[in-house]
């Protein structure tokens, strides 16, 4: 199982509009590192432009897995609904740079499991070390057997099945230069389809793409999602290189609220319980410490509904100090 515990303290950046959405909005006017963003790997790929309000990126194949990340603040499946856009600016990018590695790679920003995706052996350009990945694409292609350049809605679950459906995976488009385009990907779970677009001044640059998870003859299962970056990846084993440099700017995400908000806590004939919202994709189990170090069920583990939950201390037991906290612990299942 997938596990997260989340602090009721967000970010100051993450604006809250109601209790099934989150919109974290980075419009890098101030210096990002006080709204929680932080540089995993080679710190030198990323820099914040004080003056144009942008981030300076570097994708250089060359270097480790690095990004320029910040958490969600939660854990998405594919039955949650999401809305990533930015701007981005290419000012230059180059593939087969390394002669070792004369072929296409790509260049990439989306949504990862930031825990798999900083592991020692994550490979996006190997097989089958890749898991857990939403994010936008850009190929520049070589004379491999593709002789066009190609934007995806990539997607890959837990278990390395990677999304794809023929030549409707892909958008046919060489990206200009030099120019601010606005780069979409809006999920709905419902039909678990995600639709790439990217237009510059409202003009059309690709037509839009569709990611149809769902559809008849793809094989793919869910994948646990927790952190938005902008991705430079190493391409160790993938036989292509890159180098590319452009800004991000104007980052907008919109996700599914934490799975416990609005948490009260109280004592009820001598047993202290929890009351909060959550959410039926998700489980729940009441958890207490006497340090704030090591916790223990104070309860079962109990199926998440979408409205007002009560978890109580059911241990009959004493506390086993003067001082006893309590936590909710929220599980995503598999």
């Known amino acids: 199982m997938k596990k997260v515990r989340l602090a009721l303290a967000l970010a100051s950046l993450f604006l809250v509009s109601n209790l099934h959405a989150v919109t974290l909005v980075e419009d890098f006017s101030h210096d990002p590192a006080l709204d929680g963003w932080q540089v995993f790997g080679d710190t030198n790929l990323f820099t914040w432009d004080s003056t144009n309000h942008d981030l ?4 250089d194949s060359s270097q ?13 499946g594919t039955n949650d609904d999401f809305s990533v856009s930015f701007d981005l600016v290419l000012h230059d990018y180059a593939i087969g740079v390394n002669p070792a590695a004369p072929y296409s790679f790509e260049l990439a920003t989306g949504l990862q499991n930031f825990t798999e995706a900083s592991s020692a052996g994550f490979l996006r350009g190997g097989y089958p070390t890749q898991p857990d990945l939403a994010e936008f694409d850009f190929f520049q292609w070589d004379d491999s ?11 890959i679950d837990s278990e390395n099945d990677f999304y794809y459906l023929n030549a409707k995976s892909y958008g046919v488009v060489e990206l200009p230069k030099d120019v601010v385009m606005r780069v979409i990907m809006n999920y709905t779970a419902a039909d678990q389809t995600c639709v790439l677009s990217i237009t510059t001044n409202g003009t059309v640059v690709a037509a839009p793409v569709a990611a ?42 919109t996700v599914p609220a934490p799975p416990v908000t609005l948490v009260q806590g109280a004592l009820r004939n001598g047993m202290w319980q929890v009351q909060f919202a959550g959410k039926t994709n998700w489980n729940y189990v009441l958890q207490s410490s006497s340090n704030l170090q090591t916790w223990l069920p104070a309860g079962p583990l109990v199926g998440g509904t979408n409205g007002r939950m009560i978890l109580r201390d059911e241990t009959n ?6 001082h006893q906290f309590y936590r909710v612990d929220a599980v995503r299942p598999d």
């Open 56 to 59: 300076k990126v570097t994708w």
């Open 64 to 76: 480790p897995n690095s990004y320029f990340h910040h958490p969600l603040g939660t854990i998405l």
């Open 145 to 155: 057997g593709f002789d066009t350049n190609t934007v995806w809605p990539s997607f």
């Open 212 to 253: 149809v998870l769902n559809a008849p003859g793809v094989f793919f299962e869910d994948y646990h999602l927790d952190t938005f970056a902008v991705e430079s990846y190493n391409d160790a084993k993938s036989g292509g290189s890159l180098l590319a440099h452009g800004t991000i700017g104007n980052i907008v995400l």
């Open 317 to 322: 037991l004493p506390p086993v100090s003067q």
